[in-house]
């Protein structure tokens, strides 16, 4: 089980709306009193449709949970470059054009 961060600074119906997304897929969010951001348990397993390499599976969950290139680079003993790299190819396996839309398609939250 992993854990996700994800920001959503007092946007109720965004927030509505994820939730139902998430839970369509096992996950949930729970609320932290005090914080500004979101946690989402992810209980699901990872999308086999997008035939990630394990490395880019590694990197994927990293990216959902918000870690930098350099977090990344650091937590798999990579070098950035190799983690901009991997990111590229994720991108396109994907179809996105920035980490936001990789992390919701990913979770199944748009298309």
């Not at 969010?29 to 914080?35: A, K, L």
């Not at 880019?56 to 901009?84: C, P, Q």
């Amino acid at each position: 089980m992993s854990v996700v961060k994800a920001s959503v600074q007092g946007v109720e119906p965004f927030r509505s709306r994820v939730s139902a997304a998430l839970a369509c897929h096992g996950m949930t969010v729970v609320d932290e009193p005090g914080e500004s951001t979101v946690r989402v348990t992810v209980l699901a397993q990872e999308p086999r449709r997008f035939r990630l390499t394990r490395r880019e599976s590694e990197v994927m969950r990293r990216l959902v949970r918000g870690e930098t290139n350099r977090e990344i680079a650091s937590g798999l003993h990579l070098a950035e470059k190799t983690v901009r790299n991997h990111i590229g190819n994720i991108f396109a396996k994907l179809g996105a054009t920035h980490r936001a839309e990789a992390v919701a398609l990913w979770l199944g939250l748009e298309r």
